[in-house]
């Protein structure tokens, strides 16, 4: 599944570094298109395979959701693959956990731990359900911390719970049009999302689902972000979705992202939902 033309470009471009750990802060919000409100606990297990410039094998995804009654649990884990891991060790983990309300959804308390070549962030959001915001990020071990005013966090979601408002609107509403408002404890910006109609995908070297989709674009508008990183990420992107598990529910099949060093890619490779045992894509 992995291309190899273009290899001395690829390897010069993961050498770079800055792309993959802002690939982390695009794809970890996947977890939230695979959940959907329930009376009963339900499980979802997915895994997703991401590829940089030249068809590298960069990241894998996997990704666990969790709902009982009027609670969500969602975490995912990143980590680097194939050549990538040669000039970037990276692992991330990511969790947020919050109420599944009538008309909204309210997170209370999200946490992400990143570990690029041996340096370590911590970030933690705790939130009131009155709109507060609390930052209990661990301080860097070097460079300063990022400071956000309590008015300026009121409000915000984290990101993951920012997409899943976006799958539950498209969902139930056959739109992804929305604009949240998103401090994850590196950085504050809006992400707006918008409809771009419905498209017919095809198998091909690396997406084994053919099937309707229902595209979204999704645009990230940056208003204060932790420099000290010197991290890239991505500014926009498109996903596609589509129904594959019983309910009123979609899933994403297939990610594209504009980096600075170029367009990153990624593909549903399993998943497992009530009773749905898929295998698209070996590991």
Known sequence: MVLVRGIGVGIVTCAKLGFLTGIVAALSYFAAALSGSSAELEHLEA?????????????????????????????TDLDTRGLASV???????????????????????????????GEKHHYGLDYTGDGGVSNVSTPPFSGRPLLVSAERMRGTFDQLTA????????????????????????????????????????????????????????????????????????????????????????????????????VVRGYLAELRAHGIDLHLMEE
């Open 47 to 75: 895994r997703f395979e991401i590829f940089g410039f030249a068809g590298f094998h960069v990241l894998t995804n996997r990704t666990t959701v969790q709902e009982h009654n009027d609670h969500y649990d969602i975490t």
């Open 87 to 117: 000039f970037v060790d990276l692992t991330s983990h990511f969790e947020v956990y919050g109420k599944l309300a009538r008309d909204a959804l309210l997170p209370e308390a999200y946490r992400a731990d990143v570990r690029r070549n």
């Open 163 to 262: 997409y899943f408002l976006v799958e539950h609107q498209l969902a139930q509403r056959g739109n992804c049009r929305a604009l949240f408002p998103v401090f994850d404890g590196s950085g504050l910006y809006n992400l707006h999302f918008t409809d771009l109609g419905r498209e017919t995908l095809s198998s091909d070297s690396y997406q084994n689902f053919a099937g309707p989709t229902q595209v979204c674009e999704v645009v990230r508008e940056d208003a204060l972000i932790d420099r000290n990183k010197n991290e890239d990420t991505y500014r926009r992107g498109k996903i596609w979705y589509a129904s594959l598990i019983r309910g009123d529910r979609v899933v994403p099949v297939r990610m594209e992202f504009e980096t600075k060093f170029g």
